[in-house]
């Protein structure tokens, strides 16, 4: 199989509605986003991106980004990082910067930080399924959970081809390839103060 650009993308704005400062509360003594920052540090995950990307309008965010030497290039704008403003419209705006700047790519990887645990195996196979189909990878909850049904999407991984997210701006446009996802942890999307103190019990 011809070996794919891809882009990681961490999408992490400093304001939510439901759970105040979520992506920098901290969780076993680290901001929320660095879960997410040190799984794309593990080297056989990182070996599969051309570049880690992280969009954000926190300057505490965009620091903590520099230490793990990732791509911050500037504070994302306040037009696309309200309440209403669409993960696929920030991910456009990075990546239209990317591919002006940097370097065309052929997918993009969504990872938000809202989903803190991931397992290896499981992003090494979306890149295999992508790179073998050129269609979007995306998680689903395999049973059905407290905060999910089966089949639904969980928030854990989004692999889309750049022609499709620039076609169709969406992550799941339909015919997109499952990823079952069974373990609790892997399902945990961190919305709410309950679903925060749902990770910390999960630690424990």
């Not at 269609?135 to 059905?144: L, M």
């Not at 854990?156 to 390839?177: A, M």
């Amino acid at each position: 199989m011809k070996k794919k650009k891809i882009l990681a993308l961490v999408l992490a704005r400093k304001n939510s509605t439901r759970l105040k400062n979520k992506n920098i509360l901290s969780l076993r003594n680290k901001p929320l986003v660095s879960w997410t920052f040190d799984f794309l540090k593990i080297k056989k995950i990182r070996q599969n991106f051309v570049d880690i990307f992280v969009s954000t309008d926190s300057i505490k965010i965009k620091n903590i980004s520099k230490k793990y030497k990732f791509l911050s290039p500037w504070l994302r704008p306040k037009k696309i990082s309200g309440k209403y403003s669409s993960s696929e419209t920030s991910a456009l705006h990075a990546l239209r910067w990317y591919e002006k700047n940097i370097q065309k790519v052929d997918g993009l990887f969504l990872f938000q930080p809202t989903s803190p645990f991931r397992d290896v195996k499981k992003v090494i196979t979306a890149i295999n399924l992508y790179t073998k189909n050129n269609k979007q990878v995306v998680s689903v909850c395999a049973n059905n959970k407290k905060k999910f049904k089966k089949n639904q999407i969980n928030g854990s991984l989004y692999l889309t081809p750049i022609e499709i997210l620039k076609k169709r701006k969406t992550f799941n446009f339909r015919g997109y390839q499952k990823i079952k996802i069974y373990n609790d942890k892997e399902n945990l999307d961190i919305d709410t103060i309950d679903d925060f103190n749902e990770a910390k019990k999960m630690l424990s």
